[in-house]
Structure formats: C-alpha cells, structure tokens
C-alpha cells in the first residue's frame, strides 16, 4: 500500500471511531510526563476527574471493546485526545493524529523523528500495531507510548504496565 494510500486509510479509520457531537477542550499545548500522566489526565482517574481536566465536550466511540471518549480541538476532526475506561476509571489515556504543540519534560515533541524517542529516553520495547508501531517505556504504575508512523512520533499515551497500546 502506498504512502498516501496509507494516509487516507488511517485517517479514515481514526475519524469513523472519532465521530464526536461537538468540539472539545483537550490541552492546546499538552504534555506527557512520561510514566505519570498526558495533559494533566493520569491513569485510575475517574471520568468526572478527566471531564474536570479536558472539559464536558467529548465524543463516544461507538465501536469500541471498551468505553472510549474522544476529546477533539475541532468537531469531526481527528486531532486531539482519549481515553479509555474500565470500570469507570481510565486504562488508556492518548494524542489523536499529531496534535500540534504536545511535548514531554525532557524535549521530546510530536512530529520529532522516532529515534529521538530512544535517543531521549533509551532502548524502548516496540509493539507493532495496524498501521503504526508503538515503543514503550515500562514503568512501575503506567507504561509511557510513543506512537510511531512513518518514522515520526504521531503520538503519546499512557497505559497500565503490560497492556496492550495498539488502539
């Protein structure tokens, strides 16, 4: 499949899970502090805490194994954030298709070539995925996700230690 091919068909997945009601208000510059939290939401929060920290506008994903709510900058556009619930708290939290203006402490950003995740961080485990491949940094209480696609960080995430990060 070409480049562009690719392109098209991972944008259309993304938007088909991502369909929200209206716009959101996920951070505009975001951070990942890795093995922590992804723009002030942290794993174990439950969904009033990330309605407090990413406000009350946010999609449902209607196709989803598990409750999954989308926080867009735009409605009907893909780029932003999510998490996933289990029993009411969150599991998975994560950037939607490159968010403009996300980052972590130590000065890695979206859109950065993916060896600068290992550069910064270290040898980092890879789990590949449908159209993407993740690198993991194991932690303790959260496992930090650097999203990769065409050799670009796309996105972050955080996720409990030994779970899956493919979305």
Known sequence: MGTRALRVS?????????????????????ELVPG????????????KHVLAEWGQRHGVCRNCPRKTWYFNYKPFTPEGT????????VVHAFTV??????????GLELGDP???????YGSLDRRQCTFYYAL?????????VFYVF???????GLTKPHASPCL
């Open 36 to 47: 922590r939290s992804l723009g002030g939401v942290a794993l174990g929060m439950t969904k």
């Open 97 to 106: 298709w490159q968010p403009p203006g996300w980052g972590t402490p130590e």
């Open 114 to 120: 993916s060896s600068e995740a290992s550069r910064v």
């Open 10 to 30: 991972l944008a259309a997945a993304l938007a088909a899970a991502v369909i929200p009601s209206s716009a959101a208000a996920p951070p505009k510059r975001g």
């Open 82 to 89: 999510g998490v996933v619930f289990e029993r009411g708290r």
């Open 150 to 156: 065409e050799d670009e960080i796309w996105g972050f």
């Open 136 to 144: 993991l940094q194991p932690g303790r209480r959260a496992q930090s």
